[in-house]
């Protein structure tokens, strides 16, 4: 495995010592700006993942190579502190530190990874990155960390200490995700069900427009937005803490007193919520129609509610809405730029990967990146 031979060949590492933690990315099938307003979401965790190898070091630094770059980044277990030139070693950092305010005790280690999960591509690398560092100091250092435990401490990493305005959906699914299923986490008591994918014969593709997704403003606004609308609300009701507790009934009863721009994030995510819900009984039935159809009105809803779309997120819905076995589209993610996520049946999946490159050129001037992706566990360890 190629990150044990340079583990072992830049560190010197010793074979028995080593472990190794494998955390995916992931697709949200549907859930739009929904999780940091403590709603419902239907991710699942895809084999694009990154793959950690590691050795306890005797030493209180921490060493990690990241193959994909080239690049090798050190820092102090004495010293955790956000710095912008550590640049990705961050993320590995806001690990530690949270392992370290939970009362874990942990010593240095030398590492070296792989992804492929792209980064910036739409399917979270940064969670893949948190989910793997934690699990492996899990493995070296036996320690007892519950799954949900494991889930804050890397959200907490990248909201807190790297400072992202994400909600937990990213982090919670690189753990607790499992194979061939979604995953429907309810963001505010933090429990989840796992359901099962109706068909062996689906894929989950993401069609990327090769445009970074929104930066940390737009959804910094967005979300100032809805926390704006829930203040709002509360003069009819004391007991709304955020938008996931407005049902349409109330809303639709109280929204003329909303500004317009507050009133059509409310609405989104009021009835996206709903839509998750739906989405969830869909699967259960075995009803792929109705889910595609509700990746659809999430995607309108994103765009003509929530404003962050774009006409590149909107040529991969066209495109793929067009190929005769796609059963869903809808933007993956943050919007304003990153991905689609399609569910295709495997059959009709040449025919989509075809019409993409094809057709997204001509309408965008842009070169598309397409992943074949396979719905995965959360992280874990493998062996040697
Ligand atoms: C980003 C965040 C997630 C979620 C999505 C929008 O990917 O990291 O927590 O808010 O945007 O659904």
């Known amino acids: 495995m190629e990150v044990v031979t340079n583990l072992k060949a830049k560190y ?6 080593i472990k190794i933690a494998v955390g995916p990315g992931r697709a949200n099938l549907i859930g ?3 999780d940091y307003n403590m709603g419902f979401v239907l991710p699942c965790a895809l084999d694009k993942d ?5 050795a306890p070091n005797q030493t209180d630094k921490v060493n990690l190579f990241s193959l994909n770059l080239n690049n090798a980044v ?9 710095k912008r030139e550590d640049d990705w070693a961050n993320y590995a950092k806001g690990i530690c530190y949270y392992l370290k305010e939970a009362g874990h005790e942990i010593g240095g280690i030398d590492g070296v990874l792989h992804g492929t999960v792209p980064i910036g591509g739409g399917m979270s690398s940064s969670a893949a990155l948190e989910t793997s560092v934690g699990y492996i100091f899990q493995l070296l250092f036996n320690l007892d960390i519950p799954p949900l435990d494991l889930i804050k401490i890397a959200f907490r990493a990248e909201r807190e200490f790297v400072g992202v305005q994400c909600g937990i959906m990213d982090q919670y699914v690189s753990v607790a995700g499992v194979k061939n299923s979604v995953i429907f986490i309810d963001c505010r008591s933090l429990d989840h069900e796992v359901i099962k994918m109706p068909s062996d014969e689906v894929s989950v593709v993401i069609l990327h427009t090769n445009i970074k997704r929104a930066a940390g403003s737009a959804l910094n606004d ?12 509360q003069k009819h009701d004391s ?30 995510v009021i009835y996206e919520n709903q839509r998750v819900i739906d989405a969830k009984q869909a699967l259960l039935k075995g009803d792929l129609e109705l889910l595609g159809k509700l990746m659809l009105e999430s995607h309108q809803s994103l765009t003509d509610l929530y404003g962050v779309g774009i006409q590149e ?11 005769p076995g796609v059963i869903g589209s809808r933007m993956t993610g943050a919007g304003l730029g990153g991905a689609v996520v399609s569910l295709v049946e495997k059959a009709s999946m040449d025919e989509l990967m075809k019409e993409v490159l094809e057709v997204y050129p ?19 360890e493998i062996s040697l």
Do not use: W
């Not at 010197?12 to 010592?17: A, F, I, N, V, Y």
């Not at 050190?74 to 956000?82: E, G, R, T």
């Not at 996931?244 to 994030?265: A, S």
């Open 50 to 54: 990154i793959i950690l190898a590691a």
């Open 362 to 380: 001509k309408l965008t001037n842009k070169q598309p990146l397409i992943y074949n992706c396979t719905i995965s566990d959360g992280v874990k």
């Open 74 to 82: 050190s820092f102090s277990l004495d010293d955790l502190k956000f």
């Open 32 to 34: 739009g700006h929904t």
């Open 222 to 233: 967005r979300k100032n937005e809805c926390f704006e609308a829930v203040k709002i609300l």
């Open 239 to 268: 007991k709304i803490e955020a938008l996931r507790d407005v049902t349409p009934e109330f809303f639709e009863k109280y929204k003329g007193e909303l500004p317009k721009i507050l009133q059509q994030r409310a609405e989104h």
């Open 313 to 323: 997120l909107d040529a991969m819905i066209k495109i793929s809405r067009a190929v």
């Open 12 to 17: 010197k590492s010793e074979e028995s010592k």
